[in-house]
């Protein structure tokens, strides 16, 4: 340890008083987020009333920052964002940003945003938006005349874990990645205002020893926690003599602060004003620069845009050269009846630009979102022809409890991917259908459905409108009698004809009476050769983490599900109540969100669908026939059983592929087929 280095045991804002004025030539820190974290003391940053004191507070601060900076000097500030705490929909409320938009307003030069990518970002089970992978790191500068070298914004580093009781860590690489970005020079002094465990410190240690690097370099770290005292005392070997304690002081009083007020800069702009009506169930605009973004905003204000797309609709824009106020006007967007649900990264060329993604502010309908279009699958068509799949384990996803294994291959498809198979559940054996990877999207949105007049193919059901057929004109969904039919796909049909002829082999309790599938089959399937399971390869697939999930076939709109139940009980003579009192009491409360159109609604398991059609005494009806079926997919342990959630930062270059791609995500069914054609 150096006794240039310094711990300064205190508060923040008395801390920097112990620093010389044009001293520090870099500063790498990540404050408290706001309302993320109480660290147990009055007037901690990260606990104001509302984001406004918040970054309110981090301004005064980093202003008096600035005075330590040297001229030449760069600031690194990493701070992540934050939903709305509210019911329903939250809004991304993009705080990060509008603290570096405040920043630059009171003299600081933003140089760059550095998107700091998490390839072992935190797993989440979100549906409605894409996880978030990555967070911003902003970097400022005093002078246009800095030691930061503009190169890759884009840094792929993944979170580090560490004994110490802070889950808020700095990645040491994180650390030394941007230390890289700007020229130090020999006696240079390191900053962290918030030091947390020394992480900062730890890495200009161990730059300071490196005999490449072979320059000496100090670390100076404020911290008030003396836990965290402790342990950068110990994680760096620091004697009491590179400590300082400060005195307590109380923090200065809130209206000391300099204070910032919101501006709604759509609100004033005058300029020519786009108006996008391309898609009713949704957009996709990808802009040039900054004055075309607000354009596009300023338009999605506008009564002409709002009575155009439906309340579901979702919106994918982007902007290619941006700056810190195209991240601030779309905030704007909330004082218009919208929500941020996602900034979403695009890179090319390590280059990068963001896409937001918009939606209505509302409780009546679930917007348009379907995250299974683009989830990430792991089987490759190379990949199919070397497998053996006897003996790996069948997961139902509606059970977690149940777990199977593929015990025979009755037939297979020409690329010897299993297409029927038995099943070996713990009390009885089933025969399951297998869909090709290669066509499940086709087979999975395959449902048409069709005018119960007419016979033909309608447009796709709207939540919150009156529906009429295209065609003859007819109004549509108002009875259980003009309900549409639903038509599936013959290849489909074709299957579950094949496999309702198989006899499946049941057990009794825990003996088996398995009988010969080659006496109750049919012709076809007869020469096919019985394997042992236990001793075929796919057996040790179960050790690599292979496993196929039974789950429903077909994707469909909730809120088409929700409206059918509700015509279908009304036909009944029921209402919700007195069809809830048919089921048992541990569906009291799961009845309700299956009339549900918004984000609370779900669409009944498969045998929730038996006992419905039990219950009302119903032998056949299409929808309910085809939300009955279920079939197996497969998946391997590193996704979920749909898939894994892409996340937000997406590396696709061309800019038709990534238009095709945000557009899978609302598209009807009949578009999105022909899209991915």
């Not at 999207?441 to 193919?457: A, S, T």
């Not at 059609?613 to 590193?638: C, Y």
Request: charged share 30%.
């Amino acid at each position: 340890m150096k006794i240039n280095d310094k711990i300064i045991f205190g508060d923040v804002f008395n801390g920097l008083n112990h620093i010389k004025n044009n001293s520090i030539s870099v500063v790498v820190t990540s404050p408290p987020y706001w309302k993320q974290r109480d660290y147990g003391f009055n007037g901690q940053i990260g606990q104001e009333d509302t984001e406004e004191e918040y970054i309110s507070k981090l301004i005064s601060l980093f202003n008096k920052l600035k005075n330590k900076l040297k001229d030449e000097g760069i600031f690194f500030l990493n701070i992540g964002d934050k939903y709305s705490d509210k019911y329903g929909k939250s809004s991304l409320l993009t705080i990060p940003y509008k603290l570096a938009y405040y920043m630059t307003k009171f003299g600081w030069i933003l140089e760059d945003i550095i998107i700091w990518y998490k390839p072992n970002h935190m797993p989440s089970s979100v549906k409605d938006r894409f996880t978030n992978t990555y967070e911003p790191i902003f970097v400022f500068s005093k002078n246009k005349n800095n030691i930061y070298k503009k190169v890759n914004n884009i840094l792929k580093i993944s979170l580090q874990s560490t004994s110490y009781k802070h889950t808020a860590v700095f990645p040491e690489n994180l650390v030394k990645e941007l230390l890289k970005k700007v020229e130090l020079n020999e006696g240079d002094i390191i900053l962290d205002p918030f030091a947390g465990t020394g992480t900062v410190g730890k890495v200009v240690q161990d730059l300071r020893n490196d005999i490449i690097f072979n320059k000496n370099i100090y670390f100076t770290l404020i911290e008030k926690s003396k836990d965290f005292v402790k342990i950068i005392k110990d994680r760096l070997k620091v004697s009491d003599k590179n400590i300082i304690k400060i005195e307590e002081k109380n923090q200065i009083e809130m209206e000391e602060f300099t204070k910032i007020e919101y501006v709604n800069i759509l609100s004033s702009f005058k300029g020519d004003i786009i108006i996008f009506n391309t898609n009713k169930m949704g957009e996709v605009i990808i802009v040039e620069n900054n004055e075309e973004f607000k354009k596009i905003l300023k338009g999605m204000t506008l009564d002409d845009f709002k009575k155009y797309h439906r309340l579901d609709a979702i919106y994918f824009i982007g902007v290619k050269n941006w700056n810190i106020e195209s991240f601030y006007v779309v905030s704007n967007l909330i004082k218009y009846g919208y929500l941020i649900r996602n900034i979403i990264i695009v890179t090319y060329n390590n280059k990068w630009y963001p896409v937001f993604m918009i939606v209505n502010d509302t409780k009546k309908v679930q917007y348009r979102f379907y995250l299974d279009r683009v989830r990430i699958n792991s089987l490759t068509e190379v990949s199919i022809k070397e497998k053996e799949f006897i003996g790996i384990k069948v997961k139902n996803f509606f059970n977690k409890k149940e777990e199977g294994v593929i015990e025979n291959i009755v037939e297979k498809y020409e690329d010897n991917f299993p297409k029927i198979v038995k099943v070996k559940w713990k009390d009885y054996f089933s025969n399951e259908v297998i869909i090709h990877t290669k066509n499940d999207e086709n087979l999975i949105e395959g449902l048409k459905f069709l005018c119960p007049y007419c016979n033909n193919l309608l447009e796709e059901f709207d939540p919150l409108e009156k529906n009429f057929c295209n065609h003859c004109h007819k109004e549509l969904w108002t009875s259980i009698d003009n309900v549409p039919i639903i038509k599936e796909p013959d290849e489909i049909v074709n299957l579950f004809k094949d496999v309702d002829k198989i006899e499946p082999n049941l057990m009794n309790n825990s003996s088996f009476k398995q009988k010969s599938s080659e006496n109750n089959t049919l012709s076809k399937f007869k020469d096919l050769e019985r394997i042992n399971w236990g001793a075929s390869p796919g057996a040790r697939k179960l050790v690599n983490g292979e496993y196929f999930s039974k789950m429903r076939l077909y994707r469909v709109n909730q809120c088409i599900v929700a409206t059918y139940l509700k015509l279908l009980i009304k036909s009944k003579n029921l209402t919700i109540s007195k069809f809830t009192k048919l089921f048992p009491e541990n569906y009291k409360y799961k009845i309700g969100h299956w009339f549900r159109c918004d984000f609370g609604g779900s669409i009944p398991i498969p045998d929730d669908i038996k006992l419905i059609k039990a219950k009302l005494n119903i032998k056949k009806a299409s929808l309910l026939d085809a939300l009955e079926k279920e079939i197996l997919k497969f998946q391997t342990v590193k996704n979920s059983v749909k898939g894994k959630n892409p996340g937000d930062f997406l590396e696709i270059k061309n800019d038709e592929e990534i238009k095709k791609y945000f557009k899978k995500l609302f598209l009807s069914s009949n578009d999105y087929l022909s899209l991915i054609k």
